[in-house]
Nanobody, 114 residues
Framework: QVQLVESGGGSVQAGGSLRLSCSAS????????MGWHRQAPGKPREWVAA???????DYADSIKGRFTISRDNGKNTVYLQMNSLKPEDTAVYYC????????WGQGTQVTVSS
């Protein structure tokens, strides 16, 4: 069983920054690949970024160059640094991982005003 808890969401103006955190428990964090997804109102959930256990990263085109995913295995935490935020980044952000099955956190709201 894996538990994921996101934090760090909030309201910012366009051009601002936020850093999301996702703390994991219940397993050996260092072996997990981790990801971030987001879901805007009325839209399907979309993949944002991923990081492997070895630290390789990948990003959706819509956020490439603005967001950075990273991990701290000592703290069992994955981060999403979000810079140059746009109103279209407004969504609930979820972290997830896969270990036999997919696990999701409860989500954290990010609101970007113009």
């Amino acid at each position: 069983q894996v538990q994921l808890v996101e934090s760090g969401g909030g309201s910012v103006q366009a051009g601002g920054s936020l850093r999301l955190s996702c703390s994991a428990s219940g397993t050996i964090f260092s072996i997990l690949a981790m990801g971030w997804h987001r879901q805007a109102p009325g839209k399907p959930r979309e993949w944002v970024a991923a990081i492997t256990s070895g630290g390789s990263t990948d990003y959706a085109d819509s956020i490439k160059g603005r967001f950075t995913i990273s991990r701290d295995n000592g703290k069992n935490t994955v981060y999403l640094q979000m810079n140059s935020l746009k109103p279209e980044d407004t969504a609930v952000y979820y972290c997830n991982t896969y270990l036999v099955r997919t696990y999701w956190g409860q989500g954290t709201q990010v609101t970007v005003s113009s």
